[in-house]
């Protein structure tokens, strides 16, 4: 599968921004997806998980209650809405499709080698 995101910006600490990555194939609906970002200087990390039917999610504590991942199956398009952000949410913002179709156990995608396939990236600044 391939992965496009968009949305990236510039926003004031507080502000938000949705970011999106849309998925080439029919596949889309069969994979789980992730986001993670990586900031200059620094590895990337996890930020959050979708399964493939869009009915179970994952968050790294940094975002949890601020970031919200959703799916849109039929628009092969998964969401990061980013509310309350952050000096420290400033970073490239990567989305991924799991190795795996219909992968049931999730706790393994905080981290990026189980991810097989890679948006290009999309930077999200985050500045007074």
């Known amino acids: 599968v391939q992965l496009q995101a968009s949305g990236g910006g510039v926003v004031q600490p507080g502000g938000s921004l949705r970011l999106s990555c849309v998925a080439s194939g029919r596949t889309f609906s069969s994979y789980n997806m992730g986001w993670f970002r990586q900031a200059s200087g620094k590895k990337r990390e996890f930020v959050a998980t979708?399964?493939?039917?869009?009915?179970?999610?994952n968050y790294a504590d940094s975002v949890k209650g601020r970031f919200t991942i959703s799916r849109d199956n039929a628009k092969n398009t998964v969401y990061l809405q980013m509310n309350s952000l952050e000096i420290e949410d400033t970073a490239v913002y990567y989305c991924?499709?799991?190795?795996?179709?219909?992968?049931?156990?999730?706790?393994?995608?905080?981290?990026?080698?189980?991810?097989?396939?890679w948006g290009q990236g999309t930077l999200v600044t985050v500045s007074s």
């Open positions: 979708i399964n493939w039917s869009g009915g179970r999610t």
């Open positions: 991924a499709a799991d190795r795996f179709t219909y992968r049931f156990e999730m706790s393994r995608l905080t981290n990026a080698e189980e991810f097989g396939s």
